[in-house]
């Protein structure tokens, strides 16, 4: 049924993809006329020799861009890490962000992007199109197949007083240039793998069961679950396989495309306070409490729920729409254990007194708008408790 509605589609200005896509960094930020970068990383990934980070540098240096680093990038990264990056920034008299790596570098790069030409508390921007000014041209590097913050509007940061996530969503937030190059991700550890795994097959079931998709953003889910189902296993069992990993490469920047315009749902309001809270994983996080909020969100829409099952590979002839719904909670359940994602909150630290705190501020997390079914602090208590 057509939608008789208005709808955008934000990505990027220029996406390059595939091996070696890395070679155009520094040619790109010449165009943008960067002269002096400020290269926004991890500790862990500027380690690596030969790695993504020196390899960024090279191209930078070869194309005659000046850089200045910042490395204290943090899972979950904090606001102060971006107020770290920002004194760089600042001091060395940078022009323009490059970020390596996977979400918590693109968001940082983002936050510091937004500090650099916005006053005040940056939880005092949290929400959606409250950025007023232009942020410095950013191009991202990404380096893991799950958080496709590299071509989002989206930047995650985590209160360190009150330790809440919150979210600035923007326009401004949008990379000038993501960059997706399927041999920086070859490797990559086997949690990691499955973490980030998980976290972009929730972005694209998100989306897809969205109140706010669209028919462009459908056709971006439906390619990304498909690719998810058929490589994510294959991935984590030997992360040198070039082609699952190009494959979950193709599947996180679709879910980040679909999800940037469709928005997500009761999972991400829930994820980011067991990332406040816990410092847990994102990409963990979202893996345990997809199955329950799916399970919840299902009367929504069964039949999207029934097409997420065919999708994912599961045999839904002759079923109802409620028994083929069914099948794609029981799908994504399997392929979290199958990757070895804990099944329990109880096992990752988490309490059952923080359940009705971590409910309130899920319900006013900007993620939860978009879900398909509304929902009360009781019940988000309750998925709580079942996911634990």
């Known amino acids: 049924m057509m939608s008789y509605r208005m709808y955008d589609y934000l990505v990027p200005n220029v996406n390059f993809f595939g091996p070696n896509a890395i070679s155009v960094v520094g040619e790109r930020c010449k165009l943008l006329g960067g002269k002096k970068v400020l290269l926004v990383t991890d500790k862990g990934l500027r380690s690596i020799p030969d790695g993504a980070v020196d390899q960024t540098l090279k191209y930078l240096r070869e194309a005659g861009i000046e850089v200045a680093i910042y490395d204290g ?25 490059v970020t390596v790596g996977g979400g918590s570098p693109h ?18 921007y949290a929400g959606i199109e409250t950025l007023t000014n232009p942020l410095p041209p950013i191009i991202a590097v990404n380096t893991t197949a ?16 009150t330790k809440v996530k919150f979210v600035i969503v923007s326009w401004r937030n949008l990379p000038s240039v993501s960059i997706n190059d399927p041999l920086l991700m070859v490797g990559k550890p086997a949690p990691l793998t499955a973490a980030t ?64 315009n469709a ?22 996080a979202n893996a345990v409490l997809l199955p329950h909020v ?9 039949e999207k729920f029934a097409d997420i099952a065919e999708f994912m590979g599961e045999n839904v002839q002759g079923l109802s729409v409620m028994d083929a719904a069914e099948r794609a909670i029981s799908a994504i359940a399997r392929l979290s254990a199958d990757i070895g994602i804990p099944q329990h ?15 309130d ?17 009781k019940e988000i208590v309750e998925i709580f408790r079942q996911a634990f």
């Open 73 to 97: 990038v943090e899972p979950n990264p904090k606001d102060t890490n971006v107020l770290d990056g920002l004194a760089i920034f600042r001091k060395e008299q940078c022009d323009t962000i």
């Open 107 to 124: 968001d940082c790069g983002k936050g510091i992007g937004i500090a650099a030409t916005h006053e005040g508390d940056l939880y005092s």
């Open 146 to 161: 799950g958080t496709a913050s590299e071509v989002t509007r989206h930047c995650v940061l985590t209160n360190t007083k």
């Open 197 to 260: 795994g998980m976290d972009a097959l929730t972005h694209a079931v998100e989306a897809y069961i969205s109140k706010d998709a669209n028919p462009v953003t459908d056709a971006s889910a439906i390619q990304a679950i498909r690719l998810i189902a058929r490589n994510l296993r294959q991935a984590v069992a030997l992360g040198t396989n070039l082609k699952a990993r190009e494959n979950m490469a193709c599947a996180s920047l679709l879910a980040g495309m679909a999800f940037n």
């Open 263 to 284: 928005n997500l749902g009761y999972v991400h309001a829930m994820a980011h306070q067991l990332g406040g809270l816990y410092d847990m994983p994102h990409g963990v």
């Open 294 to 302: 799916a399970r919840y969100n299902l009367i929504a829409n069964p």
């Open 345 to 359: 909150l109880r096992d990752l630290g988490v309490k059952e007194e923080d359940f009705p705190y971590m409910a």
């Open 361 to 377: 501020m899920a319900l006013k997390d900007g993620n939860a708008f978009s879900n398909p079914r509304k929902g009360n602090a």
